[in-house]
């Protein structure tokens, strides 16, 4: 980047750094048991990012001869960016200017990653290597999620998590093996989380993963085909072991949606064939407690399925109470929010009408939705193979996070969040031009 003015290549450093961030700043912690070092390590992937835009503007011969062709999902990222700096700077809301300014951040960033590839051309082999990478990490994952396994044994009790997330992020060790709730169901069995932060972002990044394997099995030599299998064999097993039931519901909503756009409606047949073969388990061969663990689930019984609904309603509460919104860093569970001042946070739609109002949440949804439909259009009209495969990647990718936006704040899983929209940034770089989206 700061040789050859290679701005795009900050793909890769994400691409890498993402998955063990917590890990790395874990270890780095017990390492050094420095709050201000580990602090700057945080901050890094927002710098990387910010370094990689200002790159950008100092190697363009001529700025004021930018092009501005803007497409529809421009727009909506342009409109919710707007949105969020006014909030930042109105004087709405009870958070303070710093924690504003703070929340601001993890907003803008990925738009500047959108930004990035939107304006990042590659060739085959740079293209390819980030692929390379995304399959790295699935095997390297599943190997850790392997060690788990044999060892009974979470590697976040290896790397400090816990010191970590009480010194930095002032949250005490819960649950009965010293981590988080999350990292256990509620019948007291172990949830893996291996190189991620937490069982959440693993079993959302693993269907990144896996929707890289199947572009690649759908679109290579049926002798090339086989190790391909094996990376979306990889991503399942470490889905299964995260047991999460939202992503778990969103690898048959990805499948679903692979189905309709390669009108593979075979696959259809097969999911529904899993889930009816899954309901028949649970009605008749399944034990007690999985029946009615399942069957709590499903009405929304169990204490995960309440503390949901207890979150949306207090949301909810809010955005009808004030429907224009009620500022920044007043919802969600990202650090600068103050947890005597958040309504609700369990919701990615629902965190962003708090604080954006109704007309913020319904932008942030045509925004998700534009992606979706406009990189399958990419994916479908452009003649460069890679350039498909990113944009098929970036589409399932946003598919698939659609349920675990329901019930966490899943923007904060930076692996498959701030890759995904750096994709479908790509994508829309090569989004089929015409008259109506000249600007």
Request: aromatic share 18%; hydrophobic share 55%.
């Amino acid at each position: 980047m700061v040789i050859k003015g290679k701005w795009e290549y900050v793909i890769y450093f994400l691409l890498i750094y993402f998955p063990v961030y917590t890990v790395f700043l874990s270890v780095a912690y017990a390492t050094t048991n420095s709050e201000l070092m580990v602090k700057g390590f945080q901050f890094l992937k927002d710098l990387v990012v910010i370094i990689s835009f200002l790159f950008f503007i100092l190697f363009q011969k001529n700025l004021f001869a930018y092009p501005l062709r803007l497409t529809p999902v421009d727009k909506l990222f342009l409109a919710f960016i707007g949105m969020a700096t006014f909030f930042l700077f109105a004087p709405i809301g009870d958070a303070s200017f710093v924690a504003k300014i703070f929340y601001y951040k993890g907003m803008i960033v990925p738009a500047l990653i959108y930004f990035i590839g939107r304006n990042t051309k590659f060739d085959d082999f740079e293209s390819g290597l980030i692929f390379k990478i995304i399959f790295a990490v699935v095997i390297i994952g599943f190997g850790v999620n392997m060690l788990e396994l044999l060892s009974d044994t979470h590697l976040q009790s290896k790397t400090g998590y816990a010191a970590f997330n009480w010194a930095l992020n002032d949250v005490e060790p819960t649950g009965n093996f010293g981590l988080s709730w999350t990292f256990e169901t509620q019948a007291i069995t172990k949830r893996f989380a291996s190189i991620y932060s937490d069982p959440l972002e693993l079993s959302s990044s693993v269907l990144m993963g896996f929707a890289a394997g199947l572009i690649f099995f759908l679109t290579s030599k049926r002798d090339e085909a086989n190790y391909y299998l094996l990376i979306m064999a990889f991503a399942f097993i470490s889905l299964m072991l995260a047991s999460s039931r939202a992503s778990f519901a969103a690898f048959f909503v990805m499948l679903f949606f692979v189905a309709i756009t390669f009108r593979l409606y075979t696959l259809i047949m097969v999911g529904v064939s899993l889930v009816l073969s899954f309901v028949i388990f649970v009605v008749f061969f399944a034990s007690e407690d999985f029946y009615y663990f399942v069957i709590d689930t499903l009405t929304f019984q169990n204490l995960s399925s309440v503390g949901h609904l207890v979150e949306w309603a207090i949301a909810l509460d809010g955005m009808i109470a004030q429907p224009l919104g009620v500022g920044l860093a007043m919802s969600g569970s990202v650090g600068s929010v103050d947890e005597e001042l958040k309504i609700g946070g369990e919701n990615q739609f629902l965190i962003y009408g708090v604080q954006l109002g109704w007309i913020g949440m319904l932008i942030y949804i045509l925004l998700l939705g534009y992606s979706i439909v406009h990189s399958v259009k990419v994916f479908k009209t452009n003649n460069n193979l890679m350039t498909s495969r990113i944009a098929f990647t970036g589409a399932a990718a946003k598919c698939a996070l659609i349920l675990p936006l329901f019930t966490a704040n899943a923007e904060l899983y930076l692996y498959v969040s701030w890759t995904s929209w750096w994709m479908v940034g790509y994508a829309m770089n090569n989004y089929p031009r015409t008259p109506h989206h000249e600007a």
